[in-house]
Every structure is written in structure tokens, then in C-alpha cells.
């Protein structure tokens, strides 16, 4: 039997079950999970795969369960040790500048265990703070912040884990940590420096004084951009500081104009808060005409596959053909947007 006349019987069954159970939205989608469940067990896969696949979409099933609730309220994640002790200059940077996030009506997700993690659940609050942990045989469970709340789910894996940490979250604080908070952080530069990600501010926050970031940058300049492995200003997008006020400023200043994109066809779309001038356009087009491909940056309103997707169609809007490789250069022409005069 091929895989061909698999699906298409499975298809057949498949439609009758979604009917049965009365699912209306998106039936192409969970038909194509229900088909791919269905052949893993038709093509033999073996104990351990299954496993796998099962315990991956289970746990992204209930992560998406604790964040629904809380869908159009902005998220910042913050990273770091889990060995950062409370008396630590790190803890209260952490807790600050959480608190001082959710007080803006920011959520703050964290992979719910101790140290930094429990730092920024103390200061956002248990009603503001949102919890992904990691089941591991040698460290400690959720902080007690996050479980009383109850706003928490565990992973065993993670690269769910990881992915629920990030898909969700508006804006991202890194403070100092081990192998694992180092595999996040550059999980983050290596979807913004690729495009797999839409931009987002990104802090590194320091202790008063401290190096640990600075230390990285040099790295980053006199290693990898000589060695020709990243560009010259695949850095320039995050900040590194270390100070609590001028981090949370970052990632609350990065949306001050600026709201969201869409690709439509080869064409970027960048919505707006607040309508520029045509002069304000032209400074624009002065400073960033290198990013396109050709055309210019221009004015336009809600494109088709916008407005039929009730996609923010009321916002100003400006649009371009984006050369591919500037991808990294958006940081720079939001940065810009969100400083025009019309912004306020």
C-alpha cells in the first residue's frame, strides 16, 4: 500500500471522525496531524520515535492551553541560572526589572525553576508571571510563586520546552547563566539573524559593573565576525546593558511605533501605530533605500490577503521589496520608525 492510497483513505475516515465530534475551524490542519499520527503507526515506527512524537505534541497541546487565556497581553521572557543565589546582584536586577515590566502590563514567562527564573516570578507577581519547566532528575521543581498560581506546565523535552519559552513572548531578557541559558540566547540571535523570527528586542543585562555580556561581544568581534562565520552587525540588535531602567525600556520602546509585519507575496508590510509624514518617508527611503531589492519605501493601505484575514487592516502601513539579505538591517529601520516625530 502506498503512502498515496494511505492518506486517501485515511482522509475518508478522518472526515467522518471531525464531523462526529462537531470540529469545524481549521479541519485541513488536524487533518493533517490525525494523517501523520495514523501513517507513524501504518509505516512500523519504532517504540522510542513514537514516544517521542506522542510526549512532543502532548506537551505543546497543554502549553497551549496555559497560554490562551492570557492571548493579547504582552509577554517578556527572561533567562538565566537557575543557581543565582538570592543575595546575588543578578537576583534583584532580575526581580527589578520584571516588576517593572509588569507593571506596564507586561506577563512575565520563565522557565519556572529557581534562582534568576524565580527572581522575575517574585518580581512580576504570581498573577503576572507565567511558568515552562523542565522535568530533570537533579534540579529542584517549580518555584512556589509559580506553582501556586497554578499558570505553569512541565516539558520532558527541551526543544518544547524551548519553543514555548519563545513563541509566545514579546521581548526577550537574558541575565548571566551556564550552558543552558547560553543555548537560549543564541537560539534567539539565530532566528532573528535568519529571518525564522520576527523581530523582537532582545536585552542582555548585566550586573552593575559586570562583564559577562561585554565578554561575549568581544568574542564576537574578534573571533566570529573576523572568521567571516556572522556579519559585521548581526550584534547590533541587541542591547547589552546594565541597567534595570534602560532594559525594560528596550523591549517596551521597541513596539512604541512599530507593531507587526507580514509578507504578502515578495512585498514586506510594516504596520504602524501612528501615520508618518511623507517627509518623514522620504528620510526613510534616504537612510534604508539599500535594504530594497528595487521600488522605494511607500505608503500603502491594507493589501488583499490583509484585509481577508482581518490582519490589524486599520493601522498605517509602509511597504517594500526587502532585499533578503538585509533581514538583519529591520532591526535598524524599526528603530528608526519608532523614533519619527509622528510617533509622539
Sequence with gaps: MTDASVTDDLRREITELLDLVGIRAERGLITRMLETSLLLGVENTERLNLKIASSALRE?????????????????TVFGSARTGHDDPLYVHARDVAAALAEDGWMVVTGAGPGIMQAAAEGAGSKMSLGVSIRLPFEEAANTIITESEQVVAMKYFFTRKLMLIKESQGFICLPGGFGTMDEMFEL???QQTGKAEPMPIVLLDEPGGGFWTGLKTYVDEQLVPAGVISPGDM?????????TEAAASVTGFWRNYDSLRWVGDRLVLRLVHEPTDAEIES????????CSHGRIERIEALGAERTDGDVVDLPRLAMYLEQRSVGSLFALIRAINELPSAG
Design 60 to 76: 505543546m497541546h497543554e502549553a497551549f492551553r496555559l497560554f490562551q487565556p492570557f492571548h493579547g497581553v504582552p509577554k517578556v
Design 189 to 191: 540571535l539565530t532566528l
Design 236 to 244: 547590533d540588535r541587541v542591547l547589552i546593558t546594565d541597567s534595570v
Design 284 to 291: 526613510l527611503n534616504e537612510r534604508f533605500s539599500g535594504m
